[in-house]
Nanobody
Framework: VQLQASGGGLVQAGGSLRLSCAAS????????MAWFRQAPGKDRTFVAA???????YYADSVKGRITISRDNAKNTIYLQMNTLKPEDTAIYYC?????????????????WGQGTLVTVSS
């Protein structure tokens, strides 16, 4: 499975961005796709995950501001981020998990995209 993330950039606090992650190389069936992020000097942390059927799990820190979605026909997931804050600045990674069970643990994910940088200025 190959994952290609895109959509990052520089945005002012309070603004919005939508990230995309396109998967290729395998039939997009009952797998979980997720977003993680890694802020400068910090560990990678879970943001949100989604099953093929649309079941979703969010990190508490992003609930209400971030929405994950999935287009199975395009083998793509999205991360809509609103009311962005400087602390949202990070490299955002998409990940693929070879099972249908939602899980926030990094070690459970089998494939990773290259990351896309989001910078939120104050």
């Amino acid at each position: 499975v190959q994952l290609q993330a895109s959509g990052g950039g520089l945005v002012q606090a309070g603004g919005s961005l939508r990230l995309s992650c396109a998967a290729s190389g395998r039939t997009f069936r009952n797998y979980v796709m997720a977003w993680f992020r890694q802020a400068p000097g910090k560990d990678r942390t879970f943001v949100a995950a989604i099953t093929r059927d649309g079941n979703i799990y969010y990190a508490d820190s992003v609930k209400g501001r971030i929405t994950i979605s999935r287009d199975n026909a395009k083998n793509t997931i999205y991360l809509q981020m609103n009311t962005l804050k400087p602390e949202d600045t990070a490299i955002y990674y998409c990940a693929h998990k070879d099972s249908p069970v939602l899980n926030p643990r990094i070690a459970r994910y089998d494939y990773w995209g290259q990351g896309t940088l989001v910078t939120v200025s104050s």
